[in-house]
C-alpha cells in the first residue's frame, strides 16, 4: 500500500540530528518522553542504540517471537540503501491490531518511519529493550514516528496496548547481499529473493527466468534475480500467470516487453554485446521486483 510522505521539521538532537514533523519525531540513538494525545513529542537525548538483547522471558529466535504477529507471513520486506521505509501502525485488515509490513530488513543508517491510520484505536511503538519508545498511545490518524538504525541486529518492538493480541515487528539491520558486481549489487538490494549470487549460464545458448516467481510479499520476483550469460545466449522470460508483469529495461536498455498476465506468455532476447543489463517489471519495481542479466 503506496502513501504520500510528509515534509519533516528538523529539531536539535546529539548525535544524529532529531526529526519532527506534527504529531510525530524521530530519534537516532535516542528515546524520547512520552507524547501527548495529539502526538507532539520533544526529542530526549541518551544513549546510541544498540541491537535488541533477547531477556530470558522472550524466546532467543527471532521467527519464534514472530510466530504469533498478525500479518506476517514469514517473509520480511528488504529495502535498498538510500531508502526511507514506511511501517503503517493499525492495518486495515486483523481488526487494524497489525504494522504493515510487520517485519522490514534496512542497511545500517536508514530512517524508519512509523505512520498511524487510526485503525485498530491506541497504538504506540515501542523497542523491547528500549532503544526506541514513540510515547503515550494514540489513534490519531497522521501521527508519524522516526527512528535511525545504525547498527546491525534484529530490533524487536510492540504496540504496547495489544502486545498480547499479536501486535508485533521487527526492524532486521543487515548489509545489503553481495555478489562484487557493485551495479547488480545496488539494483537488487531491494530484491528479497537475491541473496547474493549471480546464477552462472554461461555454458548454454538459452536459459530462462522465471516471472512471477514468489518474493517480495508475494509473486512478485523474477527467478533467478541475477544471470550470468554469454555473448549470443537468448534469455526467455516465462510468465507464471500471477501477474500482470513486464520485463522492462532500466534506462535506455533493450529489454520491453508488453505488461501481461497470462501463464505461458514469453519474452524472448539475444545479447549480443558484453555488459551488465538491469530491469524491472514497472508496476512492481518498488516491491523489489528486479532482475540482472551479465554478459560475458
Known sequence: ????????????????????VTAGCVSSGSSSEPAAETGTETATPTETATPTETPESTPKSLDDWLDDANGYDGEPRRFG?????????GQETDSGL?????????????????????HGGQQNVVALDGPFDSGRTNAQPGTKYHYIF?????????????????????IIVKEPPSSGNTKVDEWLAAASNFDGTIVDRTDTDTTTVTV??????????????ALKVSTKTTVR???TGD????VVSKDD????????????????????????????????????????????
Open 150 to 170: 545504525e547498527e546491525t541486529g534484529e530490533y524487536r518492538y510492540v504496540s504496547e496496548p495489544h502486545r498480547d493480541d499479536g501486535m508485533k515487528g521487527a
Open 253 to 296: 536498455g533493450p529489454l520491453d516487453s508488453e505488461l501481461v498476465a497470462e501463464e505461458g506468455s514469453t519474452y524472448e532476447h539475444t545479447f549480443e554485446e558484453t555488459g551488465t543489463y538491469l530491469y524491472s517489471c514497472k508496476p512492481h519495481e518498488a516491491l523489489g521486483m528486479r532482475g540482472a542479466i551479465v554478459v560475458e
Open 237 to 239: 522470460w516465462d510468465w
Open 212 to 225: 512471477g516467481a514468489e518474493g517480495n510479499g508475494g509473486p512478485f520476483a523474477f527467478d533467478p534475480p
Open 98 to 118: 497489525a504494522f504493515d509490513p510487520p517485519v522490514i530488513e534496512v542497511p545500517p543508517m536508514t530512517l524508519v518511519r512509523w505512520d498511524w491510520t487510526g
Open 81 to 89: 540503501p538510500q531508502s526511507r521505509p514506511t511501517v503503517w501502525v
Open 243 to 246: 501477474g500482470p508483469h513486464n
Open 1 to 20: 500500500m503506496q502513501r504520500p510522505s510528509t515534509r519533516r521539521q528538523f529539531l536539535a538532537g546529539t548525535g544524529l540530528t532529531a526529526l519532527a
